[in-house]
């Protein structure tokens, strides 16, 4: 910028300016008051042709406190002793200029145009912020840190270099609108700013703003400064202006021809009474648009919807007063000679008067010059008003009759199910019938019960006789029956996807019509109708109360679940299910269910209607009671070698018990393990035949019952697996019987019963073993915080190993599944005392460790903060909950360029946890991204149903993979074909190939044998499709029934297999999918094939039949004793014989074939077969 206060260029610019002095205060570099220097701002010349504003603008203010002092003699600048080379092009704005590269070669052979751009931009010396700092250290990296900000904020690149005058020269190159905003930085940061009021009259300030501000915005963009324009409430008609003195200089001058520019222009509002309107207007605005033609000015009318008279005129002053007094004049006319006249016309038929668009109304006031004046559609009056001429009254007043009476609207009452008869399908039969009405509008409305007519009126009055003519028609053909059905059940009669409805439709040939559930516009409704012949809807009428009665009566059935014992199962059912049949006949034929003998199952269930199952319920509960208490059992343990004695001779003793008590005693069978004696029977009597059996076992020897404590917590040890070891027990003590209480009870008392001896010899043993087990298997419970419990057990263990190699104890923690919280920090420790005890206080050692919290920290290159604190911070959770549930913070966003991360926790834990943190780190400096180009229509294949494919690929080999966006192609070509000179360049088309491909490529990152693993790994997911031969006539097999077999193929092995329609008679089927994937299924397919013709020629063998002639009365002989001689026969030679049928189909014998017999099997059986029937 030129360093002299005074403003050049005016004269070169703008003809008819002259130069308007004025001051700015200056101030030294110390602060105090300098001289007044003078500043040459060009004015308009009124007699150039502009128009002056309201209020002349003198002159504007200047005030540059910041702007240094200048000094009186000026050096030559680094441009005048070393002149640039001449431009191809000549600027005169400095901010503009665009640097000629130098490089000649043909522009128009270029096929991709460049679309950056390189500017010049310079900053005097006296214009600069920092030039006081030219003999300080430091100015130019200040200076160079201000560009280094501009270049990454603005994305332009910018060279600065620094003149021997002190000129600030800027090289600026990128994207237009890129080079705009950095010049526009480097002029706030490194240029002084100024400032400046410009007086502007209020009203022109709207203009100046423009519409949303956007005007105001363009004009601060394109001068580099800020203009403040007053609040609309404030009667300051300063503008103020902030900005360089060059800038602000070029922002005044747009400013001031915005102004002129208004001031020139006129307004005038002139009121004309409203019913005048149609004639300044003219029909079809024909008389506005000449006025605005002729004119140039710009007329507004308010519409005939808003109440106001005021007809708005802009534009020049003299084209203003031309059209208002060409308005004027026609206001005048038509006030002289027009006069009225009204008529009243039905609302309904004010539409037609109108016409589309007020159409019509402009057609009568174009014909007859008659202005139609209609009441408003909200109003309810029917008066119209005629305003025009006297003898152009009457015509108008006999065309608009006629318009108002060319058209009628007719209802008719027609029942909606009437509607679609009429119309035919896809309304054929109306297109027919409506050839002779064609001019009529007919709608069909179904929820009114109605159709609609419009149309000349006699056309109308046909089109309604033909309707009615129809409506017979349909009536005497078609009978219509209503049938009243709960909502409830509508589902149940269409079926799933309509199956009942349609068989009923099918079966009566009666259309039946359900209400929808799901149409919100029609009411609920229970009305179900059917429409046909008398004959089927009569048919289809029975079917559905037929239909609606059992969903009744299903809808009334019950279940009841009973609890039987299932020993009593069989005796409830009877022989040959008697029992139970007399049971079902009793109580209407409900339904018992019993489980089936391996269920092992003791539930009944009684189904039905609600009172018979009751009933049964109840009957059947009292024949349980009574089972229950006739049939009571106790299972009696009496020591092997006695049984003879409890049997006596001859079964003497035994039968007497069973006679005086009234049960049944059952004895395991001789040479049986088992010495449990059952008795059955009325609970009272089986007690009382309990204590006689064991009366007589006491009396044979001295039995005697002993009693031990024993710890509950060691039973199940002594019992031993599936109850081996305390079976051996006491085997070896003379089968004395040992009995522990029940488990859960926490009792600790074992009973031990049989011979004196015996019983002392198993209480020693007992005793010795639960005496070691105790010693041996000391435990103690240790209650421990659940968060410690990962970090105690160590990565795989490792933590708890070493408590259990050097104690010798083991420690039991709590697997998660506890019911109660309390149970969830319950360690156990087990093993020998000492062990416990040693192994304890180990453990307290280190949880006392954990609970010590201290804070560490460690350096983490911020690059790697994000992988940390993704998904959530899910590494860094992970990370807390290994090692002791340490605390890890990473800097937030506010300190991106920090690397401190701070860990609180365990001291042992937060070591752990940076060896953790570092692990990673190593980890992702090893990893590496590399592209996998796979064509984009396979992408969605590859990724599978909500990401699984792709997530477990990631989860398998630990690395990430990301797909392109979607919509990659369609961007990148746009992008490419904007610099391209032409769509069919060669270069182009490269570009566009090459950024096209970038759709297709997926990025692998992780280590480098898991990314090509990966790879693989996709890749192998290709889907690829193959062809396997198959016979077309074993297609159906390959199918299957229902397309069970092809659809079980395709869920095995996750491919889609294509077999060719049946009219193709292909030998082909089509196989896609993943590559392992399809020939494992062509495999499995032609495995199949083989199969299928294995068995067809299996059947086919099979089939061999030869025919025998015997006669008839040896074939009794042949069949034998109830079938047992041919059956053997069969059986042996595995065939089928087939003997005549003794009548043929007339009821008389077929004599030609009654001794025929006929053998079909393998021919090698078939022929063994028959030599086996001729030798009989």
Not at 248 to 260: F, P, T
Not at 501 to 512: D, L, P, S, V, W
Request: with cysteine; charged share 30%; hydrophobic share 35%.
């Amino acid at each position: 910028m030129n360093p002299d206060p005074t403003i050049h260029g005016f004269d070169s610019h703008y003809s008819g300016v002259q130069p308007l002095t004025l001051t700015a205060a200056m101030s030294d570099p110390n602060g105090h008051s300098s001289h007044m220097s003078h500043y040459s701002v060009p004015t308009i010349d009124p007699t150039i042709g502009q128009h002056l504003m309201p209020s002349p603008v003198d002159e504007y203010h200047v005030s540059a406190d910041t702007v240094p002092p200048i000094a009186p003699t000026i050096a030559p600048t680094y441009d005048d002793i070393f002149p640039a080379l001449p431009e191809s092009e000549s600027r005169g704005d400095t901010d503009n200029t665009v640097v000629n590269t130098g490089l000649q070669w043909n522009i128009q052979k270029m096929k991709v145009k460049s679309s950056n751009i390189t500017q010049v931009f310079r900053v005097a010396p006296e214009e600069r912020k920092y030039r006081e700092l030219n003999s300080r250290f430091g100015e130019q990296a200040e200076q160079s840190k201000i560009c280094a900000d501009i270049m990454q904020k603005a994305s332009a690149h910018i060279e600065m270099s620094i003149s021997k005058d002190g000129t600030l020269t800027f090289l600026i190159t990128g994207k237009e609108e890129a080079v705009q905003l950095a010049k526009r930085m480097i002029s706030s940061e490194l240029q002084t700013q100024a400032s400046a009021t410009l007086p502007i009259p209020k009203e022109h300030h709207r203009f100046i703003l423009g519409k949303n501000g956007l005007k105001l915005s363009a004009l601060e963009q394109n001068t580099g400064t800020k203009i403040s324009i007053p609040r609309q409430n404030d009667s300051s008609e300063l503008i103020k202006i902030l900005g360089t003195k060059e800038a602000i200089d070029k922002a005044v001058h747009e400013i001031q021809l915005i102004s002129n520019e208004m001031a020139s222009r006129a307004n005038e509002r002139v009121s004309i009474p409203k019913i005048y309107h149609p004639f300044v207007c003219g029909p079809f605005n024909e008389n506005l648009n000449a006025i605005m033609n002729e004119t140039g000015a710009k007329v507004s009318v308010p519409p005939p919807s808003v109440n106001k008279e005021e007809i708005s005129i802009t534009g020049e002053r003299d084209a203003v007063l031309m059209a208002k007094d060409k308005i004027l004049r026609i206001f005048r006319d038509r006030e002289k000679k027009c006069q009225t006249v009204s008529m009243e016309v039905r609302k309904s038929q004010h539409k037609y008067i109108i016409g589309p668009k007020g159409h019509t109304l402009n057609d009568i006031f174009k014909n007859t010059g008659v202005s139609v004046e209609m009441p408003s559609p909200d109003s309810n009056s029917e008066t119209i008003t005629l305003r025009g001429e006297q003898d152009k009254l009457g015509p108008a007043l006999t065309v608009l009759y006629e318009k108002a009476h060319s058209e009628v609207d007719v209802e008719m009452e027609v029942p909606a199910w009437y509607h679609k008869y009429i119309l035919g399908p896809k309304g054929t039969k109306f297109q027919e019938i409506s050839q002779d009405f064609q001019k009529v509008n007919v709608s069909f409305v179904s929820s009114e019960d109605k159709i609609k007519m419009h149309g000349p009126v006699a056309e109308v009055d046909k089109a309604k006789e033909v309707i009615r003519e129809v409506i017979r028609e349909i009536t005497s053909k078609i009978v219509v029956e209503e049938l009243k059905v709960d909502s409830r059940y509508h589902r149940f009669i269409i079926g799933k996807n309509g199956v009942h409805i349609k068989h009923i439709r099918e079966e009566t040939g009666a259309q039946i019509h359900i209400p929808s559930e799901g149409n919100e516009n029609v009411a609920a409704s229970d009305v179900v109708r059917i429409e046909g012949s008398p004959q089927s809807v009569m048919k289809a009428k029975q079917e559905l109360e037929t239909m609606i009665k059992k969903m009744v009566e299903k809808e009334n059935e019950v279940s009841k679940d009973l609890m039987i014992e299932q020993r009593f199962h069989r005796q409830i059912i009877g022989t040959k299910g008697e029992n139970i049949k007399v049971i079902r006949e009793r109580f209407n034929q409900v339904v018992i269910i019993f489980p089936e003998p391996n269920d092992k199952s003791d539930k009944v269930t009684i189904r039905g209607s609600r009172k018979d199952v009751d009933l049964c319920y109840k009957h059947m509960s009292q024949l349980n009671k009574e089972l229950l208490t006739n049939h009571h059992r106790v299972e009696v343990p009496i020591f092997k070698q006695f049984h003879k004695f409890i049997i006596g001779k001859e079964g003497a003793n035994i039968k007497k018990i069973r006679d005086e008590t009234g049960t049944r005693i059952d004895l395991p069978a001789e040479g049986a393990n088992s010495d449990v004696i059952v008795i059955t029977g009325i609970k009272s009597n089986v007690e009382m035949a309990r204590d006689r059996i064991q009366t007589i076992q006491n009396e044979l020897e001295d039995v005697v019952q002993v009693d031990i404590i024993i710890p509950s917590k060691i039973h199940n040890y002594i019992i031993g697996a599936k109850g081996r070891q305390i079976r051996q027990i006491m085997d070896d003590c003379g089968g004395v019987l040992i009995r522990f209480p029940p488990e859960g009870s926490g009792s600790d008392k074992v009973s031990i019963r049989g011979p004196k001896d015996c019983v002392q010899k198993a209480k020693q043993q007992l005793i010795a073993i639960s005496n070691e087990q105790q010693i041996n298997n000391f435990s103690e419970e240790l209650k421990i915080k659940p968060e410690h419990h990962r970090y105690l057990i160590g990565k795989n263990g490792a933590n708890i190993k070493k408590v259990r190699d050097n104690t010798g104890a083991r420690v039991f923690f709590p697997t998660g599944k506890e019911e109660s919280p309390a149970d969830r920090d319950s360690v156990i420790i087990s093993g020998k005392k000492e062990e416990v005890t040693k192994a304890k206080a180990l453990l307290e050692d280190m949880v006392r460790d954990l609970e010590r919290v201290v804070e560490g920290e460690m350096k983490v290159d911020p690059k790697y903060h994000k992988h940390f604190v993704a998904r959530r911070g899910a590494i860094l959770k992970q990370i807390g909950d290994d090692f002791g549930g340490v605390t890890i913070s990473f800097p937030r966003n506010a300190q991106r360029d920090s690397d401190r991360v701070v860990l609180k926790g365990a001291k042992e834990c937060i070591e752990s946890a940076k060896q953790r943190i570092t692990e990673i780190i190593e980890d992702l400096d090893s990893q590496i991204t590399i592209e996998c180009v796979i064509e984009a229509r396979y992408h969605r294949t590859l990724m599978g149903t909500r990401g699984t494919r792709v997530q477990a690929i990631t989860q398998e080999h630990d690395v990430r993979i990301k797909f392109p966006e979607r919509g990659t192609n369609g961007v990148a070509a746009e992008e490419d074909l904007v610099n391209g000179d032409y769509n069919g360049s060669t270069e182009s088309v490269e570009q566009l190939e090459k950024t096209q491909r970038k759709s297709d490529i997926i990025l692998i990152t992780g280590k480098k044998e898991n990314c090509e693993s990966a790879q693989n790994a996709l890749l192998a997911l290709i889907p690829i499709t193959i062809e396997v031969e198959v016979p077309f006539d074993l297609h159906r097999f390959i199918i299957g029934q229902k397309g069970r077999e092809v659809r079980e193929l395709m869920e095995t092995y996750d491919v889609s297999i294509s077999v060719p329609p049946p009219n193709a008679s292909s030998d082909t089927i089509s196989i896609t999918g993943s590559k392992d994937n399809v020939y494992k299924a062509k495999k499995a397919v032609e495995e199949r094939v083989i199969k299928i013709e294995s068995d067809k020629q299996e059947k086919q063998a099979k089939s061999f039949a030869v025919s025998i002639r015997v006669n008839p009365i040896y074939h009794p002989k042949i069949i034998g004793k109830r079938g047992a001689i041919i059956t053997k026969i069969r059986d042996k030679h595995k065939v089928q014989i087939q003997f005549p049928e003794l009548r043929g189909r007339d009821g008389r014998s077929e004599e030609d074939k009654q001794d025929v017999i006929t053998i079909i099997g393998y021919e090698n059986d078939v022929n063994l077969a028959k030599e086996d029937i001729l030798e009989i």
